[in-house]
C-alpha cells in the first residue's frame, strides 16, 4: 500500500522555467517530509525537508510547500536547469517508525535546454 | 571517501543461491536503514537498526530476508534461496541522533537473480 501518492510520473521542463512536483499523503502521523534527488546509478540524496508546522521552506530555487489540512506536499524548482535533470522522490516519515522513510514513486524530470 | 559505502555493487546470482551484501555506515552514525528499490520505483523500507539493535522489520522482509549488525558498526543483509522476484537494488542509508535526522543513502547494491 503506497502511503505517499506522488504526480506526476514525468515532467519536461525548459530552461529557466519551473518545475512542479506535488505529493499526498494519508497517515496523519507522519512528521518529517523530505524530497530526494536521484540520478542513474547514485542512491537517492536529501534536497530539502520540512515538519508539519511550517508551510512553506526555500533553500536556494528549492521550495516546499506543505497543506497540512489537505494532506498534500509539493516541491517547486525554480529557474530548472538542465543538471536538475533527474528523478525526485518525495517522502514521509514519523518518530514511532525511527523515522524509516516512505516514498513515492518518483518523478522522472527531463530540463531542455 | 567518508560516505555509506556498500559491497558488492553489483551481484548476479541463480534462482536459490544465497546471497550476502554489506553496508558501512558513516562513521558515528548510529542509525542504518535498509531499503529495495526496483525499476521505476521509489525505494521500499526494509529494515533499520539503532547502534546494534534492530527495532523496526517491514513486511516486505520475509523469513528469507535476514539483517545483522554487529557492533553496531557494518551490517549485512542476507537473502536465503533467492528468487526472481528478489531482483532490485538494495539501498542501505545512515543517520545520526535520535529525530529526523537526514538519512545518507549508499550507492547500492544490484541484485540480479538468474
Known amino acids: 500500500q503506497q502511503q505517499v501518492k506522488q504526480s506526476p510520473q514525468s515532467l519536461i521542463v525548459q530552461k529557466g522555467g519551473i518545475s512542479i512536483i506535488n505529493c499526498a499523503y494519508e497517515?496523519?502521523?507522519?512528521?518529517?517530509f523530505p524530497w530526494y534527488q536521484q540520478f542513474p546509478g547514485k542512491g537517492p540524496a536529501l534536497l530539502i525537508a520540512?515538519?508539519?508546522?511550517?508551510s512553506e521552506k526555500k533553500e536556494g530555487r528549492f521550495t516546499i510547500s506543505f497543506n497540512k489540512s489537505a494532506k498534500q506536499f509539493s516541491l517547486h524548482i525554480m529557474d530548472s536547469q538542465p543538471g536538475d535533470s533527474a528523478t525526485y522522490f518525495c517522502a514521509a516519515s514519523y518518530s514511532n517508525s525511527g523515522y524509516a522513510l516512505n516514498f513515492g514513486k518518483g518523478t522522472s524530470l527531463l530540463v531542455t535546454p | 571517501d567518508t560516505g555509506v559505502s556498500q559491497d558488492p555493487r553489483h551481484k548476479i546470482t541463480k534462482r536459490g543461491q544465497n546471497v550476502t551484501f554489506r553496508c558501512d555506515p558513516i562513521?558515528?552514525?548510529?542509525?542504518l536503514y535498509w531499503y529495495r528499490q526496483t525499476l521505476g520505483q521509489g525505494p521500499e523500507f526494509l529494515t533499520y537498526f539503532q547502534n546494534e539493535a534492530q527495532l523496526e522489520k517491514s513486511r516486505l522482509l520475509s523469513d528469507r530476508f535476514s539483517a545483522e549488525r554487529p557492533k553496531g558498526s557494518f551490517s549485512t543483509l542476507e537473502i536465503q534461496r533467492t528468487e526472481q522476484g528478489d531482483s532490485a537494488m538494495y539501498l542501505c542509508?545512515?543517520?545520526f541522533g535520535q529525530g529526523f535526522n537526514e538519512q545518507y543513502f549508499g550507492p547500492g547494491t544490484r541484485l540480479t537473480v538468474t
Open positions: 497517515n496523519t502521523a507522519f512528521d518529517y
Open positions: 542509508a545512515s543517520s
Open positions: 562513521s558515528e552514525h548510529n542509525r
Open positions: 520540512i515538519r508539519p508546522d511550517v
